[in-house]
């Protein structure tokens, strides 16, 4: 059975930072590329980062580029995200996912329909 477990979130002010981590079990996602996705109150999943399946490649929304950045280490089968500057609009639950199976590169992987499988997600809250 696979699991993805994120970790990491909480309170934190404008400016700050905080770490994400998700921990993949079950399956060697090592193989696949990994996307960090968040949702807003009364808005839509919307992809924040994905990594490809080496760490080499990675998309950015545009609201986060320049501030957070993906990275994943296929020996703990974990990926991360390092967000720095965080701003109020920020504030959402972060979900980490997987694919079924690899596919080749491109913008679908920013997709939430290119994903099967999805954490249960952590709480991230900017606020002063």
């Known amino acids: 059975q696979v699991q993805l477990v994120e970790s990491g979130g909480g309170l934190v002010q404008p400016g700050g930072s905080l770490r994400l981590s998700c921990a993949a079990s079950?399956?060697?996602?090592?193989?696949?590329?990994m996307g960090w996705f968040r949702q807003a109150p009364g808005k839509e999943r919307e992809y924040v980062a994905v990594?490809?399946?080496?760490?080499?490649?990675?998309y950015y929304a545009d609201s986060v580029k320049g501030r957070f950045t993906i990275s994943r280490d296929n020996a703990k089968n974990t990926v991360y995200l390092q967000m720095n500057s965080l701003k109020f609009e920020d504030t959402a639950v972060y979900y980490c996912?997987?694919?079924?199976?690899?596919?080749?590169?491109?913008?679908?992987?920013?997709?939430?329909?290119?994903?099967?499988?999805w954490g249960q997600g952590t709480q991230v809250t900017v606020s002063s």
């Open positions: 996912a997987g694919p079924q199976r690899d596919s080749a590169w491109g913008p679908h992987v920013t997709r939430t329909s290119d994903y099967y499988y």
């Open positions: 079950g399956r060697t996602f090592s193989f696949y590329h």
């Open positions: 990594v490809n399946m080496i760490g080499t490649k990675t």
